[in-house]
Structure formats: C-alpha cells, structure tokens
C-alpha cells in the first residue's frame, strides 16, 4: 500500500536514493582469487565467521533486510566443498543483530553476536538448526557495545568490545575484560584510535605470531582492515602493525567497484571476508521513507 501510494515520489534517479551494501567473499588458497558468496534476494551479508560445526562447515552472517523496515538478523549457509550453499535466517530479534561471533565447546554451538541497541552482551547456545537458541548468560548491559571478540590466551580468557561513545555511531573504546565464572572483571582501555581500534574478526596465529584483525574507520565506517602482531596482552595489551589491507588490495572476480572492507576470519585454509559497494535501491529508498514517515508520525 505504501509502495502504490508514493509511487510516483520514488521512480527515477531523482528520487532514489544511493545506498552501502556489502556481500561476502571467500577463497580456499592464498594465491587464489576471491569468490563471491551470493547474497539472498532480500537482504545482503556482512560480518562472516566460519565455524566447523557436527562435520560441516558453516558460514554465519549479519543478514541485512534492506527491502523492509527491518535491520539485521542473522543467517547462515553451508560449505559443500566447492561454494557455500543458499543463506537461512538463525536469529531474529526485535532488536538489529550483527557480527555473529560462534565458537564450538564440547559439541555444542555458541554464539555472541552484537546487539548494541540493546545494550547488552550476551552470549547464546544453540538448541537446534536452523533458528532455536536460547540465552545462557550477559556479560555487559547498559552500554552500546559492538563487534565483541575473545581471546584465550595463556589460560585466560578475554572479552575485547568497542564501545560507542555517546554522540557517535563510529567513535569509540576498545575494551577488554578478563572473563572469569563469576563474570566479566573491569574493563582496561586498550585504544580509542579510529584507525585501528573497533574489531574486525578473530584473534588468529599465523606463523608463531598472535594477529589481531580490526577495521580502520578514519575517514569512513569500514574502509579497510588492519592486521596487528599482539605483544603482550596482560598486565599491559601492546600491538604493532603488520598489514593493512584495502579494497584495491583485494584479487576478486566481480565487476563491481568496493569502496569498503571490515571483517576477516579464516578457518584452515578457507578464509573469508566482506566488502562494501554503493547501489542505487529503489527497494530501500521505499523502506527508508516509510521508517521516517512512521516514526515522525508517531514520535
């Protein structure tokens, strides 16, 4: 109804308004080119994660429903050798969700994806495929915190999260917490530097050496990744920087133009990531128009 009633309004460059959007892309060698995974035809994916789950292998993703008034949510698909199969819905709240970070213990699956529009950080145990879950615990509340990411190391375990400061959706603090059974202790400042700081994937060793993956926001929100050589992480986090990585950097076979890249992961030697590209979205246009109209209406 909406659509036929501001038809008019939205047909044509004029009225349609340019968008982000992001897809996922994948390769099994280093030398290799990247692939592109298919996005659903009702939202695209970002933040990729792998996880080798009951003997197969599964990608997990934010699932953006740019079509409709909805956010995030997120989904998953199958690695069958050669490509990842078609993306399912996993979790879907009525807040926006992202940044699905899944590990495995003891043959079963967990998950603590972003929810900052909560305002919490919890973490879910799956029930089973495709979409039951259940909460287990919170680890943070009253606090806009994003891209939450662990660290074992030496025996310990570690929550680092970039939370948002008060009057900016891309400025922040990189904190880490030590995680411990009865909870999460107080938080170390680790960096508020916007080149740098916010998470971009998983802790990973590669060649002897601890790598963390952040996401480089200088200029915009997820120009690039930067990969940093971790020093030390307690009593004192120390860093340098190894690689920096940016569109341009990226062998892909597509045609389009990225102007945008923000999360690595790897499992073996599959390796994952995802890149960001301008559209034109008639689809998004009408949704983002009717979130205004009734939330003006309304507020």
Known sequence: LYYKKHKKNIRGDKFMRKFFHWHIAFRCAENMAFVAVKNPNWGWAADPFLIRYNGKIMLFAE????????????????????KFEEWKVSMDKHWHLSYPNVWSENGKLYMCPETNQLEEVAIYELVSLPNNWIKKSILLMNGRYADNTFLNYKGKEYLFTYKHNEVSNIKGDLLMFEVTKEGVGTPTIISDDIRKARPGGNFFWNNGKLIRVSQDCEDEYG??????????????????IIKQVYPDDIKIESDKNYVGIHTYNRLDDLEVIDLKYEVSSEEETIASNRVKEVFTNKY
């Not at 699932?63 to 050669?82: A, F, Q």
């Not at 690039?224 to 986090?237: Q, T, Y």
Request: proline share 3%.
């Open 63 to 82: 699932l953006y429903l740019y079509k409709s008034e909805r956010n995030g949510v997120i989904g998953y698909c199958e690695w069958n050798g050669h």
């Open 223 to 240: 120009k690039g990744l930067v990969f940093s050589e971790v020093l030390s992480v307690c009593p004192e986090f120390k860093e340098k």
